[in-house]
């Protein structure tokens, strides 16, 4: 059994750069800095969580299983990237 599964300085040190980040950014850009900064640490954090998820379903599974849940998602991140696309880029 785990006595820590998180390491209490590796979340400190990852608290600690994603402050400084989105300071950055909302000196640089300001408000709009700050809700970009949330993105793309939001963005990291669930594709990460994604790929965890998938690696783990082929390992237990399948490497069907792991596809047949990739595809779950597929709609949505679609989606999401198509809004980002009109609304922030274009």
Known sequence: MLDRPISIP?????????LVMTKGAADSFGGGGVVAASAVGGLADAHSSLLTKLVLAAVAGSFRF???????PAPPVAV???TVWVVLIR
Request: glycine content about 6%; aromatic content about 10%.
């Open 10 to 18: 590796a979340t400190f040190a990852l608290a600690g750069i994603l």
């Open 80 to 82: 999401t990237a198509a």
């Open 66 to 72: 792991a596809v047949t849940l990739a595809a779950w």
